[in-house]
Protein backbone atom coordinates (compact mmCIF):
# COMPACT_ATOMS: atom_id res chain seq x y z
CA UNK A 1 0.00 0.00 0.00
CA UNK A 2 1.88 3.51 -1.17
CA UNK A 3 1.78 6.71 1.17
CA UNK A 4 -0.03 8.28 -1.72
CA UNK A 5 -3.32 6.02 -1.34
CA UNK A 6 -4.05 8.26 1.84
CA UNK A 7 -4.13 11.68 0.04
CA UNK A 8 -7.13 13.75 -0.12
CA UNK A 9 -7.40 17.91 -0.71
CA UNK A 10 -8.25 20.05 2.03
CA UNK A 11 -9.51 23.51 1.32
CA UNK A 12 -7.01 25.50 4.06
CA UNK A 13 -10.30 27.52 5.49
CA UNK A 14 -11.17 23.92 7.34
CA UNK A 15 -7.55 24.18 9.42
CA UNK A 16 -8.49 25.10 12.66
CA UNK A 17 -6.98 28.03 13.89
CA UNK A 18 -8.17 28.70 17.12
CA UNK A 19 -10.47 26.17 19.44
CA UNK A 20 -13.91 26.87 19.79
CA UNK A 21 -14.53 29.38 21.93
CA UNK A 22 -16.23 27.27 24.53
CA UNK A 23 -14.20 23.68 25.20
CA UNK A 24 -15.83 20.70 24.70
CA UNK A 25 -18.31 22.99 21.86
CA UNK A 26 -16.71 20.56 18.87
CA UNK A 27 -18.89 18.46 16.35
CA UNK A 28 -18.36 14.66 16.26
CA UNK A 29 -18.74 12.83 13.16
CA UNK A 30 -19.90 8.95 14.21
CA UNK A 31 -18.29 6.33 11.90
CA UNK A 32 -20.26 3.01 12.55
CA UNK A 33 -17.62 0.36 11.28
CA UNK A 34 -19.59 -2.26 10.88
CA UNK A 35 -22.17 -0.66 7.99
CA UNK A 36 -20.20 2.64 7.26
CA UNK A 37 -22.90 4.43 8.19
CA UNK A 38 -22.36 8.35 9.44
CA UNK A 39 -24.11 10.52 11.78
CA UNK A 40 -23.20 14.08 12.03
CA UNK A 41 -23.32 15.13 16.04
CA UNK A 42 -21.78 17.22 18.75
CA UNK A 43 -18.96 15.95 20.78
CA UNK A 44 -21.27 16.96 23.95
CA UNK A 45 -23.55 13.93 23.31
CA UNK A 46 -20.05 11.77 23.19
CA UNK A 47 -22.29 9.88 26.53
CA UNK A 48 -25.20 9.12 24.37
CA UNK A 49 -23.40 7.31 22.21
CA UNK A 50 -21.25 5.12 24.69
CA UNK A 51 -22.71 2.06 27.15
CA UNK A 52 -22.56 1.19 30.99
CA UNK A 53 -19.48 -0.83 31.20
CA UNK A 54 -17.76 0.45 28.62
CA UNK A 55 -14.06 1.24 29.70
CA UNK A 56 -12.90 5.05 28.54
CA UNK A 57 -9.18 5.07 28.68
CA UNK A 58 -7.31 8.76 28.20
CA UNK A 59 -3.80 10.14 27.84
CA UNK A 60 -2.77 11.99 30.93
CA UNK A 61 0.13 13.43 29.56
CA UNK A 62 1.09 17.12 30.10
CA UNK A 63 2.68 19.29 27.00
CA UNK A 64 5.96 21.22 27.60
CA UNK A 65 6.48 24.43 26.21
CA UNK A 66 8.98 22.71 24.43
CA UNK A 67 9.53 25.52 21.80
CA UNK A 68 12.68 27.44 22.38
CA UNK A 69 14.69 30.01 20.42
CA UNK A 70 18.64 30.34 20.46
CA UNK A 71 21.16 32.05 19.35
CA UNK A 72 24.26 29.68 18.65
CA UNK A 73 28.45 30.36 19.74
CA UNK A 74 29.34 29.15 15.85
CA UNK A 75 32.71 28.55 14.47
CA UNK A 76 32.49 32.07 12.67
CA UNK A 77 32.81 33.91 16.14
CA UNK A 78 34.78 33.37 19.40
CA UNK A 79 33.52 29.87 21.00
CA UNK A 80 31.12 30.85 23.79
CA UNK A 81 31.01 34.48 22.96
CA UNK A 82 28.79 36.30 25.45
CA UNK A 83 27.57 37.64 22.21
CA UNK A 84 26.82 34.72 19.51
CA UNK A 85 25.22 34.77 16.06
CA UNK A 86 22.62 32.29 14.38
CA UNK A 87 19.31 32.02 15.56
CA UNK A 88 17.86 28.86 15.67
CA UNK A 89 14.32 27.31 16.85
CA UNK A 90 15.01 24.18 19.19
CA UNK A 91 11.71 21.95 19.91
CA UNK A 92 12.54 19.52 22.83
CA UNK A 93 10.86 16.13 21.75
CA UNK A 94 12.48 13.72 24.58
CA UNK A 95 14.64 13.96 27.39
CA UNK A 96 17.05 11.07 27.21
CA UNK A 97 17.69 9.00 30.03
CA UNK A 98 21.49 9.61 31.28
CA UNK A 99 23.50 7.62 34.01
CA UNK A 100 25.59 10.27 34.95
CA UNK A 101 22.13 12.44 36.03
CA UNK A 102 23.13 14.99 32.91
CA UNK A 103 20.08 17.10 31.51
CA UNK A 104 20.15 15.34 26.89
CA UNK A 105 17.55 16.07 25.05
CA UNK A 106 16.55 15.06 21.85
CA UNK A 107 15.25 18.20 19.49
CA UNK A 108 14.39 18.79 16.33
CA UNK A 109 16.66 22.22 14.99
CA UNK A 110 15.67 24.47 12.49
CA UNK A 111 17.58 26.05 10.30
CA UNK A 112 20.03 22.59 11.54
CA UNK A 113 22.63 22.54 8.75
CA UNK A 114 25.12 24.50 10.05
CA UNK A 115 24.65 23.63 13.87
CA UNK A 116 27.21 20.98 14.57
CA UNK A 117 28.38 18.83 17.72
CA UNK A 118 30.68 20.93 19.65
CA UNK A 119 28.60 23.69 19.46
CA UNK A 120 27.08 25.98 21.99
CA UNK A 121 23.68 27.61 21.53
CA UNK A 122 22.29 30.07 24.20
CA UNK A 123 18.05 30.13 25.46
CA UNK A 124 17.96 34.09 26.99
CA UNK A 125 14.76 35.59 28.38
CA UNK A 126 12.00 36.14 26.57
CA UNK A 127 11.84 39.77 26.99
CA UNK A 128 15.27 40.26 25.41
CA UNK A 129 15.52 41.61 21.87
CA UNK A 130 16.61 40.53 19.13
CA UNK A 131 17.99 42.15 16.09
CA UNK A 132 19.29 41.77 12.62
CA UNK A 133 23.28 41.86 12.67
CA UNK A 134 23.70 44.36 9.86
CA UNK A 135 24.06 42.94 6.46
CA UNK A 136 22.25 39.95 7.26
CA UNK A 137 19.07 38.31 4.87
CA UNK A 138 16.33 36.70 6.46
CA UNK A 139 16.26 32.81 4.90
CA UNK A 140 12.77 32.13 3.22
CA UNK A 141 11.63 29.02 4.29
CA UNK A 142 10.76 27.69 0.54
CA UNK A 143 14.31 27.40 0.64
CA UNK A 144 14.89 25.18 3.44
CA UNK A 145 14.74 21.28 3.09
CA UNK A 146 10.59 20.13 2.95
CA UNK A 147 11.13 17.83 5.75
CA UNK A 148 12.72 21.10 7.81
CA UNK A 149 9.99 23.32 7.12
CA UNK A 150 7.06 19.93 7.72
CA UNK A 151 8.68 19.66 11.17
CA UNK A 152 8.20 22.95 12.66
CA UNK A 153 6.09 26.10 12.49
CA UNK A 154 6.94 28.93 9.90
CA UNK A 155 9.01 31.51 11.49
CA UNK A 156 8.37 35.48 11.07
CA UNK A 157 10.79 36.41 7.72
CA UNK A 158 10.16 39.93 9.77
CA UNK A 159 12.38 38.95 12.72
CA UNK A 160 13.72 35.61 11.58
CA UNK A 161 17.35 35.53 9.97
CA UNK A 162 20.52 33.58 9.68
CA UNK A 163 22.99 35.87 11.75
CA UNK A 164 21.21 37.41 14.55
CA UNK A 165 23.36 39.15 17.50
CA UNK A 166 21.41 39.73 20.96
CA UNK A 167 20.80 43.27 21.94
CA UNK A 168 22.48 43.04 25.27
CA UNK A 169 25.32 40.69 26.79
CA UNK A 170 23.32 39.22 29.59
CA UNK A 171 23.69 35.85 30.75
CA UNK A 172 21.31 33.13 29.39
CA UNK A 173 18.85 31.50 30.92
CA UNK A 174 19.53 28.19 29.45
CA UNK A 175 22.61 26.89 27.69
CA UNK A 176 23.21 23.40 25.81
CA UNK A 177 26.00 21.81 23.85
CA UNK A 178 25.00 19.85 20.63
CA UNK A 179 26.32 16.52 21.49
CA UNK A 180 25.28 14.45 18.30
CA UNK A 181 22.96 15.00 14.97
CA UNK A 182 21.12 13.07 12.70
CA UNK A 183 18.84 13.49 9.95
CA UNK A 184 16.58 16.06 9.18
CA UNK A 185 17.15 18.45 11.57
CA UNK A 186 17.36 16.23 14.31
CA UNK A 187 19.95 16.94 17.34
CA UNK A 188 20.83 15.49 20.86
CA UNK A 189 21.68 18.63 23.31
CA UNK A 190 23.10 18.24 26.81
CA UNK A 191 21.61 21.62 28.97
CA UNK A 192 24.33 23.31 31.45
CA UNK A 193 23.41 22.48 35.19
CA UNK A 194 21.24 25.43 36.90
CA UNK A 195 23.26 27.61 38.79
CA UNK A 196 22.24 26.98 42.62
CA UNK A 197 19.46 29.30 44.04
CA UNK A 198 17.99 29.73 40.52
CA UNK A 199 15.23 28.45 39.60
CA UNK A 200 14.95 24.83 38.06
CA UNK A 201 15.23 23.42 34.77
CA UNK A 202 11.39 23.12 34.13
CA UNK A 203 10.56 26.28 35.65
CA UNK A 204 12.93 28.06 33.28
CA UNK A 205 11.29 26.21 30.19
CA UNK A 206 8.22 27.49 31.30
CA UNK A 207 9.45 31.16 31.89
CA UNK A 208 11.03 31.49 28.84
CA UNK A 209 9.52 28.50 26.07
CA UNK A 210 6.34 28.38 24.44
CA UNK A 211 3.71 25.91 23.58
CA UNK A 212 4.81 23.44 20.47
CA UNK A 213 1.79 23.88 18.24
CA UNK A 214 1.74 22.63 15.31
CA UNK A 215 3.11 24.38 12.06
CA UNK A 216 -0.40 24.69 10.23
CA UNK A 217 -1.45 26.54 13.22
CA UNK A 218 -0.14 30.15 12.74
CA UNK A 219 1.09 32.02 15.69
CA UNK A 220 4.05 34.31 15.38
CA UNK A 221 6.36 32.57 18.13
CA UNK A 222 9.16 34.05 17.74
CA UNK A 223 8.35 37.46 19.02
CA UNK A 224 5.24 37.01 21.01
CA UNK A 225 4.49 35.62 23.93
CA UNK A 226 2.19 32.59 23.63
CA UNK A 227 -1.43 33.54 24.16
CA UNK A 228 -3.76 32.75 27.33
CA UNK A 229 -5.70 30.79 24.56
CA UNK A 230 -2.69 28.44 23.82
CA UNK A 231 -1.21 28.12 26.67
CA UNK A 232 -4.64 26.54 28.11
CA UNK A 233 -6.14 25.22 25.43
CA UNK A 234 -3.26 23.19 24.06
CA UNK A 235 -3.68 20.73 27.14
CA UNK A 236 -6.12 18.61 28.47
CA UNK A 237 -8.05 19.24 31.53
CA UNK A 238 -6.53 16.29 33.20
CA UNK A 239 -3.17 16.33 32.58
CA UNK A 240 -0.46 15.46 34.97
CA UNK A 241 2.86 13.92 34.36
CA UNK A 242 5.05 16.81 31.83
CA UNK A 243 6.85 15.42 28.84
CA UNK A 244 5.01 15.66 25.56
CA UNK A 245 5.94 17.55 22.70
CA UNK A 246 2.70 17.63 21.24
CA UNK A 247 -0.60 17.65 22.63
CA UNK A 248 -3.17 14.70 22.61
CA UNK A 249 -5.48 16.33 20.96
CA UNK A 250 -8.42 14.42 20.76
CA UNK A 251 -8.12 14.77 24.42
CA UNK A 252 -8.56 18.67 23.86
CA UNK A 253 -12.69 18.32 24.09
CA UNK A 254 -12.83 16.70 27.18
CA UNK A 255 -14.35 19.00 30.12
CA UNK A 256 -15.34 18.10 33.57
CA UNK A 257 -19.30 18.38 32.92
CA UNK A 258 -18.48 15.74 30.33
CA UNK A 259 -16.48 13.53 32.25
CA UNK A 260 -19.16 13.86 35.03
CA UNK A 261 -21.83 12.41 32.67
CA UNK A 262 -19.61 9.86 31.41
CA UNK A 263 -19.07 8.53 34.63
CA UNK A 264 -22.77 9.07 35.49
CA UNK A 265 -23.78 6.83 32.31
CA UNK A 266 -21.83 3.90 34.06
CA UNK A 267 -18.51 4.37 31.69
CA UNK A 268 -15.43 3.81 33.71
CA UNK A 269 -12.51 6.06 33.23
CA UNK A 270 -8.66 5.02 33.40
CA UNK A 271 -5.26 6.86 32.36
CA UNK A 272 -2.24 5.99 31.09
CA UNK A 273 0.53 8.59 29.88
CA UNK A 274 2.31 8.95 26.06
CA UNK A 275 4.90 11.39 26.00
CA UNK A 276 3.93 12.53 21.93
CA UNK A 277 7.42 12.63 20.69
CA UNK A 278 8.53 12.21 17.28
CA UNK A 279 6.87 9.21 16.46
CA UNK A 280 3.29 10.78 16.47
CA UNK A 281 4.17 13.45 14.13
CA UNK A 282 7.03 12.92 12.42
CA UNK A 283 6.79 13.37 8.63
CA UNK A 284 6.13 10.45 6.17
CA UNK A 285 9.57 10.13 3.96
CA UNK A 286 8.78 6.86 2.08
CA UNK A 287 7.19 6.01 -0.44
CA UNK A 288 5.53 2.63 0.82
CA UNK A 289 3.77 1.72 4.23
CA UNK A 290 5.73 -1.37 4.91
CA UNK A 291 8.80 1.19 4.88
CA UNK A 292 7.45 3.25 7.53
CA UNK A 293 9.64 3.01 10.78
CA UNK A 294 8.38 5.42 13.75
CA UNK A 295 10.74 6.86 16.45
CA UNK A 296 10.32 5.69 20.55
CA UNK A 297 7.88 7.37 22.30
CA UNK A 298 7.79 6.71 26.03
CA UNK A 299 4.69 5.38 27.96
CA UNK A 300 3.58 4.03 31.26
CA UNK A 301 0.46 2.07 31.96
CA UNK A 302 -0.70 2.76 35.85
CA UNK A 303 -1.88 -0.27 38.07
CA UNK A 304 -5.35 0.69 38.31
CA UNK A 305 -5.49 0.76 34.25
CA UNK A 306 -4.04 -2.43 33.82
CA UNK A 307 -6.72 -4.25 36.52
CA UNK A 308 -9.33 -2.03 34.93
CA UNK A 309 -8.08 -3.38 31.56
CA UNK A 310 -8.30 -6.83 32.71
CA UNK A 311 -11.40 -6.73 33.83
CA UNK A 312 -13.24 -5.54 30.84
CA UNK A 313 -11.42 -7.85 28.55
CA UNK A 314 -12.39 -10.53 30.99
CA UNK A 315 -15.65 -10.27 32.76
CA UNK A 316 -17.04 -12.60 34.63
CA UNK A 317 -20.18 -14.16 33.13
CA UNK A 318 -20.39 -12.02 29.77
CA UNK A 319 -18.66 -11.23 27.18
CA UNK A 320 -15.18 -8.51 26.76
CA UNK A 321 -16.41 -4.85 27.46
CA UNK A 322 -16.23 -2.26 25.03
CA UNK A 323 -12.80 -0.21 25.29
CA UNK A 324 -12.59 3.30 23.85
CA UNK A 325 -9.50 4.32 23.07
CA UNK A 326 -9.92 8.63 23.31
CA UNK A 327 -6.52 9.68 20.48
CA UNK A 328 -4.51 7.72 18.53
CA UNK A 329 -1.78 8.08 21.01
CA UNK A 330 -3.50 5.99 23.67
CA UNK A 331 -4.54 2.93 20.79
CA UNK A 332 -0.64 2.86 20.01
CA UNK A 333 -0.08 2.63 23.56
CA UNK A 334 -3.18 -0.37 24.09
CA UNK A 335 -2.38 -1.98 20.70
CA UNK A 336 1.91 -1.96 21.77
CA UNK A 337 0.98 -3.68 25.30
CA UNK A 338 -1.26 -5.99 24.09
CA UNK A 339 1.07 -7.37 21.35
CA UNK A 340 4.28 -7.51 23.83
CA UNK A 341 2.31 -9.38 26.22
CA UNK A 342 1.07 -11.63 23.54
CA UNK A 343 4.42 -12.25 22.48
CA UNK A 344 5.60 -12.76 25.94
CA UNK A 345 2.76 -15.56 26.40
CA UNK A 346 3.94 -16.96 23.43
CA UNK A 347 0.35 -17.25 22.11
CA UNK A 348 0.04 -17.52 18.11
CA UNK A 349 -3.20 -15.42 17.70
CA UNK A 350 -6.05 -13.92 19.17
CA UNK A 351 -9.75 -12.68 18.28
CA UNK A 352 -9.59 -9.00 16.89
CA UNK A 353 -11.45 -8.38 20.32
CA UNK A 354 -10.93 -11.21 22.02
CA UNK A 355 -8.88 -11.27 25.60
CA UNK A 356 -5.54 -11.47 26.52
CA UNK A 357 -5.83 -14.42 29.08
CA UNK A 358 -3.26 -16.16 29.94
CA UNK A 359 -1.54 -12.86 29.16
CA UNK A 360 -2.91 -10.55 31.99
CA UNK A 361 -1.54 -7.02 31.65
CA UNK A 362 0.59 -5.73 34.68
CA UNK A 363 1.54 -2.02 35.17
CA UNK A 364 4.65 -0.94 33.56
CA UNK A 365 6.47 1.70 31.82
CA UNK A 366 8.17 1.31 28.44
CA UNK A 367 8.70 2.41 24.90
CA UNK A 368 6.44 1.84 21.57
CA UNK A 369 7.42 2.45 18.35
CA UNK A 370 4.67 0.60 17.00
CA UNK A 371 2.95 1.79 13.69
CA UNK A 372 -1.19 0.77 12.97
CA UNK A 373 -1.91 0.50 9.88
CA UNK A 374 -4.55 -0.85 7.54
CA UNK A 375 -4.45 -4.65 8.24
CA UNK A 376 -3.65 -4.50 12.11
CA UNK A 377 -5.61 -6.86 14.25
CA UNK A 378 -6.96 -4.65 17.09
CA UNK A 379 -6.75 -6.79 20.43
CA UNK A 380 -7.85 -4.41 23.18
CA UNK A 381 -9.28 -1.44 21.27
CA UNK A 382 -12.89 -1.62 20.42
CA UNK A 383 -13.60 2.47 19.68
CA UNK A 384 -12.05 5.52 19.11
CA UNK A 385 -12.55 8.96 19.41
CA UNK A 386 -9.72 10.90 16.81
CA UNK A 387 -9.56 14.07 15.47
CA UNK A 388 -8.89 14.59 11.46
CA UNK A 389 -5.33 14.08 10.87
CA UNK A 390 -3.08 15.34 7.48
CA UNK A 391 -2.66 13.84 4.27
CA UNK A 392 -0.55 10.88 4.13
CA UNK A 393 0.03 10.94 7.95
CA UNK A 394 0.51 7.72 10.08
CA UNK A 395 -2.49 8.84 12.43
CA UNK A 396 -4.70 8.73 9.24
CA UNK A 397 -3.59 5.52 8.50
CA UNK A 398 -4.01 4.10 11.61
CA UNK A 399 -7.65 5.40 11.26
CA UNK A 400 -8.11 3.83 8.38
CA UNK A 401 -6.67 0.48 10.28
CA UNK A 402 -9.20 1.13 12.85
CA UNK A 403 -12.17 1.86 10.51
CA UNK A 404 -11.39 -1.43 8.72
CA UNK A 405 -10.91 -3.75 12.07
CA UNK A 406 -13.83 -5.54 11.15
CA UNK A 407 -12.24 -6.93 8.26
CA UNK A 408 -8.12 -6.61 8.84
CA UNK A 409 -7.58 -9.00 6.39
CA UNK A 410 -9.35 -6.84 3.45
CA UNK A 411 -7.26 -3.26 4.16
CA UNK A 412 -8.48 -1.58 1.56
CA UNK A 413 -11.75 -1.44 3.07
CA UNK A 414 -10.58 0.78 6.21
CA UNK A 415 -8.67 2.92 3.56
CA UNK A 416 -12.06 3.90 1.71
CA UNK A 417 -14.21 4.20 4.64
CA UNK A 418 -12.05 6.56 6.06
CA UNK A 419 -11.41 8.42 2.85
CA UNK A 420 -15.05 8.59 2.59
CA UNK A 421 -15.90 9.48 6.32
CA UNK A 422 -12.99 12.79 5.10
CA UNK A 423 -15.09 13.67 2.16
CA UNK A 424 -18.64 13.55 4.34
CA UNK A 425 -16.47 15.73 6.89
CA UNK A 426 -15.16 18.31 4.21
CA UNK A 427 -18.49 18.67 2.52
CA UNK A 428 -20.12 19.39 5.52
CA UNK A 429 -17.38 21.85 6.39
CA UNK A 430 -15.79 20.24 9.86
CA UNK A 431 -12.75 22.07 11.27
CA UNK A 432 -9.50 20.25 10.67
CA UNK A 433 -6.22 19.01 13.06
CA UNK A 434 -5.47 20.06 16.55
CA UNK A 435 -7.89 22.79 17.29
CA UNK A 436 -10.61 21.25 14.89
CA UNK A 437 -14.05 18.76 15.35
CA UNK A 438 -13.46 14.99 16.29
CA UNK A 439 -14.64 11.61 14.85
CA UNK A 440 -16.20 8.45 17.19
CA UNK A 441 -15.76 4.74 15.53
CA UNK A 442 -17.79 2.04 16.67
Known amino acids: MLVSDFHFDLPDDLIAQHPPA ?9 LDRTTGALTDDQFASLPNHLRPGDLLILNDTRVLPARLFATRAGLATQHNSPRPSGRIEVLLTEQVESPSGENIWRALLKPAR ?6 TLHFHERKESVILSEGASAPKSKNLPRACRGDLPEL ?17 ALTAEVLTAGEFGE ?21 I ?27 TIYNQTPGSAAAPTAGLHFTPEILTALEARGVEIRYLTLHVGLGTFQPVRVSTLAEIRLHAERYTLPASTAEALNRA ?55 TSIFLSPGHRFRIVS ?46 RYRFYSYGDCMLLL
Open 22 to 30: VRGSSRMLV
Open 114 to 119: KVQPGE
Open 156 to 172: DPASSAGTFSTATPEQP
Open 187 to 207: RTLRFAPIPEGQPDFYATLTR
Open 209 to 235: GHMPLPPYIHRNQSSTPDTPEDTTRYQ
Open 313 to 367: LAPTGGPPRRIIAVGTTTTRTLEHIAQAHIAQAHIASQPATGNLQPATLHPHSGQ
Open 383 to 428: GLLTNFHLPESTLLMLAAAFAGAQSPEAPEQGRQTILAAYAHAIRE
